[in-house]
Each structure stands twice: as structure tokens, then as C-alpha cells.
């Protein structure tokens, strides 16, 4: 049997801004390869390139050179409305600011990518319902996010995010809006409930106290992969 693909394949990445002061490389040059079901943090000083190399992997931002495969698909050959539908289905997304809609109950918002996935409402509720219970919030399913502590709305994002079971979780800074045990609280659900589905995750974290989280740590300096070392879980 031919093994899996990994879950993420970058190969010499580049990719640039054009400002007004002039052309500003953020990635010159990444090598990145993340394995099915590894828990990657992905950390480095500020501007290194961090949230554009996740960008081009979550599939919201092409590169200039170089390729990203996610799950063995190349994005760019994909093409826009298949890209769409690719990365609706296999990719989840968790943010530092959780970016719930606040006008819908937790149970609306874990609901959303089923729908988009293309489930009926019946089906959506009963996913959301499921998913809100693994996180340990069976009973706030019709609260609206503001009436949610940090940690609760955070649960509520991972429930969204691992609601139709992506096979790759991309999570910005989940833990940088929580205080520390409520961060490693999140960041235990996140891990456990990825190794259960069997998800791959991928985290930029500036927060040193979750490093022991990680299978292993990459870490990025201007533009590039410098070292890519075990972590301690
Ligand atoms: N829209 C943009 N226009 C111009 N330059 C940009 C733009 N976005 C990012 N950059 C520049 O690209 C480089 C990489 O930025 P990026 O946001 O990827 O870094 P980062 O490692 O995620 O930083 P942080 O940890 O502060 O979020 C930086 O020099 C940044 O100033």
C-alpha cells in the first residue's frame, strides 16, 4: 500500500508584498513537510513570515514561486471554485480572536461548515449538538457568543473547526487571547480531539508555555524554515 501523502508539502515557497515603500519579500524560499496526524507549531519573531506561509497553506493566498500541496493536492492547479470546495472540506480554521458570528447561538456557529458542506439543517444540529458536547459545552448550545467566557467562545471555535472533521486544522495564536491554564486547557482539547479524528495540526504560536504540545517545532526567521526540532509531547 502506497503510504499517505504528507499533510503538508511546501517546497521552496516564495511570496512578496508590494507596499508603497517597495517590494517587501515575507518568504524567501520555505521548505516546510508537516506528516498525517502531527501536531506542527510553527513559531518565529514577529514579521518572519509566519502568517503568510499559513495563509498560503490554508489556501487564501497564492505563492509567487515554489509549491504547497495540502493532502497531496496542489491548490494552484486546482483552480479557484475547486480550491474553495477543497479546502472547505478537508481544511479547519481556528483563530486568537475566534471570530464567532455574534448574532448566532453556539450551536448556529458550530453549524456553519456543515451547511456549507452541503448538510441539511436537521443534520447541521445534530453535528453541532454532537461536536459542542466533545468540547464540554453540551449545555450552552443556545447561548450567543457574548454571553460565553474566552474559553468558552475558543471551545466553541474548536467545535466549529473540527465539526465536519477536516484532516488539516490551521490555528493562529489560539491560545494568546486566554490566560494560561484556560490556554492549556484549549490547547489539551485541541490536541485530543485531533488525535481522535486523526487530524493533522498546524499552529503559529508565540506562546511558550504550549510548546510542549507539539510533535515538533518549526521555527521561521526572515522568510525561512531555520531549524525544525522535536517537541515535548
Ligand atoms: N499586506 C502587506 N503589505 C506589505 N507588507 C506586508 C503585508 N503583510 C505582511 N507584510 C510584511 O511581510 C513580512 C511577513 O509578515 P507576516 O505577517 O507573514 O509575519 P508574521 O511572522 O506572521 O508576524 P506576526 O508574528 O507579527 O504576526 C513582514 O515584513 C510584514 O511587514
Same mark, same amino acid.
Given at each position: 500500500?502506497?503510504?499517505?501523502?504528507?499533510?503538508?508539502? %511546501?517546497?521552496?515557497?516564495?511570496?512578496?508584498?508590494?507596499?508603497?515603500?517597495?517590494? /517587501?519579500?515575507?518568504?524567501?524560499?520555505?521548505?516546510?513537510?508537516?506528516?498525517?496526524?502531527?501536531?506542527?507549531?510553527?513559531?518565529?519573531?514577529?514579521?518572519?513570515?509566519?502568517?503568510?506561509?499559513?495563509?498560503?497553506?490554508?489556501?487564501?493566498?497564492?505563492? =509567487?514561486?515554489?509549491? %504547497? $500541496?495540502?493532502?497531496?493536492? =496542489?491548490? !494552484?492547479?486546482?483552480?479557484?471554485? !475547486?480550491?474553495?470546495?477543497?479546502?472547505?472540506?478537508?481544511?479547519?480554521?481556528? *483563530?486568537?480572536? *475566534?471570530?464567532?458570528?455574534?448574532?448566532?447561538?453556539?450551536?448556529?456557529? /458550530?453549524? /456553519?461548515?456543515?451547511?456549507?458542506?452541503?448538510?441539511?439543517? $436537521?443534520?447541521?444540529?445534530?453535528?453541532?449538538?454532537? +461536536?459542542? +458536547? +466533545?468540547?464540554?459545552?453540551?449545555?450552552? $448550545?443556545?447561548?450567543?457568543? @457574548? #454571553?460565553?467566557?474566552?474559553?468558552?467562545?475558543?471551545?466553541?471555535?474548536? $467545535? @466549529?473547526?473540527?465539526?465536519?472533521?477536516?484532516?488539516?486544522?490551521?490555528?493562529? #495564536?489560539?491560545?494568546?487571547?486566554?490566560? &494560561?491554564?484556560?490556554?492549556?486547557?484549549?490547547? #489539551?482539547?485541541?490536541?485530543?480531539?485531533?488525535? @481522535?479524528?486523526?487530524?493533522?495540526?498546524? /499552529?503559529?504560536?508565540?506562546? &511558550?508555555?504550549?510548546?510542549? *504540545?507539539?510533535?515538533?517545532? +518549526? #521555527?521561521? =526567521?526572515?522568510?525561512?524554515?531555520?531549524?525544525?526540532?522535536?517537541?515535548?509531547?
Amino acid at each position: 500500500m502506497t503510504p499517505p501523502p504528507p499533510a503538508v508539502c %511546501c517546497r521552496a515557497l516564495t511570496r512578496s508584498y508590494h507596499a508603497a515603500a517597495g517590494v /517587501v519579500p515575507a518568504l524567501r524560499g520555505v521548505d516546510l513537510e508537516v506528516a498525517p496526524g502531527e501536531v506542527m507549531f510553527l513559531v518565529g519573531p514577529s514579521g518572519c513570515g509566519k502568517t503568510t506561509l499559513i495563509s498560503i497553506v490554508a489556501g487564501v493566498m497564492t505563492p =509567487d514561486g515554489g509549491s %504547497c $500541496a495540502v493532502l497531496g493536492r =496542489d491548490l !494552484a492547479t486546482l483552480g479557484g471554485g !475547486a480550491g474553495a470546495a477543497f479546502r472547505r472540506r478537508h481544511v479547519g480554521f481556528v *483563530f486568537q480572536a *475566534f471570530n464567532l458570528v455574534p448574532t448566532l447561538t453556539a450551536a448556529e456557529n /458550530v453549524g /456553519v461548515p456543515l451547511l456549507l458542506n452541503g448538510a441539511g439543517q $436537521a443534520a447541521a444540529i445534530r453535528g453541532a449538538t454532537e +461536536a459542542l +458536547a +466533545a468540547v464540554g459545552l453540551a449545555d450552552r $448550545a443556545g447561548q450567543l457568543p @457574548r #454571553e460565553l467566557s474566552g474559553g468558552q467562545q475558543q471551545r466553541v471555535a474548536i $467545535a @466549529r473547526a473540527l465539526v465536519h472533521r477536516p484532516r488539516l486544522l490551521v490555528c493562529d #495564536e489560539p491560545t494568546s487571547a486566554l490566560d &494560561h491554564r484556560t490556554g492549556q486547557e484549549i490547547m #489539551e482539547l485541541l490536541r485530543g480531539l485531533a488525535g @481522535r479524528h486523526g487530524s493533522t495540526l498546524l /499552529v503559529v504560536t508565540h506562546d &511558550h508555555r504550549i510548546f510542549g *504540545f507539539a510533535d515538533r517545532i +518549526a #521555527e521561521m =526567521d526572515d522568510g525561512r524554515i531555520v531549524t525544525v526540532r522535536t517537541g515535548a509531547a
